[in-house]
């Protein structure tokens, strides 16, 4: 049997008592580690679960999946997901894989940012498509998520933003030259990514938001270090120091804002006295 | 200190390890029971936390929220939640009252069915907007999901239905002669979310959805029961014995569908040709 296990948001104690038991049981167990990362390392959760964990990079989990479904016919074999099991696609070819293959396949869900952002005070179900953000570089500056931000604003609905991280990326240099070095991990910050939003924005001029937009950066959803900083995009490019150490995501407000969710979120506000006057004047009752 | 802990979607061992510790040592553990429910009863959990559990219907949360924060300044209480935390605007209340008596608040995220529902196989990040359905009367048909609907498929995108629990009503028969009797809990069903969609279509003649249109009926999603049934909305109204008992959601299929969604959704098909055949002609690269 595979059984997916999703690990939650944060640390080694966010797994379920259902997934602690598939895990400490299982023959093998996997950590998918490109997607997303928990706030504590691998010692730590092998420590925590008593079992030791191979670390499933994409290369393995997009080329290599046979050996992490190698005998799960008869075996059980534990493939942990950080978040939800669900969250990304990679886990469905996986599935799929495994069903061609006559395995059965159970899944423990568990926490994903698309819900723990609720913990910012706005209600998912004023929440639109959720979008991703990439770093940018010279040649490559994919903004589809310009197009998707519009049509939840058009709405009036809420957008959150997934951050890029790079993990176990080749330095080019060396690649060329035959050899392969890893470079350091890389996660995009809320700064960031504000700043790259507007220069869409400047680009584009379609005016589906600006400098005086109201959002929220969301550091370490769901762990105990959870932080929330509130305020202008504009001031958003400023806030990474007050949001501190990775994961960070990031939630465009829309119109259809409800008074509730103001009052919740006007705490985390840079400057409330601004955050309100901005609120009053653009979003309450604009929808 | 208040403690908001998600319990999972579906029984006693779906709570994070994070969130047992919490319950187990809390002075008090209340049991939020009207937004949703688990498949197991109170006495299972007590039983498994080892904790007596006080029982928190509508009326307490909304008007006695005092009675469940007393003396949380000094002591901690828990407040579990089926799901996440976050699901209900409820607790978005209690947070703000808790934050006026000056008491910390901490949440202990889990699964909730908006991110659980990716085990149909369908891509959380092709999601519109999630919207809810109540039992319809004679006198009260609301509607709204209807817009709603209409506003996701009008960009290509998923639509994730709730459907209405009434646990707690009261008799209003009885009511009227001065007694209180509540009926029996109702769980709305696939079949009569189905039904009551393709009434108000006939109502609306906006062509948002029809008979033929692709949809998935959930049942105990993230359970050990889980089942998926996918098949037209007409077919999904006969579809409440294949499911069994509930909780049951409804996905409205978008027409910004990969392949791969297709691929992986179309095993829960009744009619898998049948299926294929809708999925080509109204749905592959429609959008």
Known sequence: MLYLVGLG???????????????KKASRVYLEAYTSILLVNKEVL???????????DREMVESSSDDILA????????FCVVGDPFGATTHTDLVLRARELGITVASVPNASIMSGIGACGLQLYNFGQTVSMVFFT???????FYDRIKENRDIGLHTLVLLDIKVK????????????????????TVGTCAKQM???????????????????????VG?????????????????????????????????????????FVREFAVDKEKWQRIWAAEYQNKH
Request: proline content about 5%; some cysteine; charged content about 30%.
């Open 9 to 23: 948001l944060s640390d080694e104690t966010d797994i379920t008592v259902k997934g602690l038991e598939i895990v």
């Open 46 to 56: 092998e420590s925590y679960y008593g079992r030791s964990i191979i670390i499933a």
């Open 71 to 78: 005998n799960a016919q008869t075996e059980d074999v534990a």
């Open 138 to 144: 010279d040649e490559w500056r994919p903004a589809s």
């Open 169 to 188: 990326e080749p330095n080019l240099a060396s690649l060329a030259r035959g050899r392969i070095v890893y470079e350091p991990p890389r996660y995009m």
């Open 198 to 220: 507007l220069e869409i924005e400047a680009e584009r001029k379609e005016g589906v938001y600006g400098e005086d937009s109201l959002a929220i950066g969301a550091a370490r």
């Open 223 to 263: 762990g105990r270090e959870q932080v929330f900083v509130a305020g202008t995009l504009k001031e958003l490019c400023e806030a990474d120091d007050a949001l501190g150490p990775p994961l960070h995501s990031l939630v465009l407000l829309g119109r259809r804002t409800h008074e509730l969710e103001n009052d």
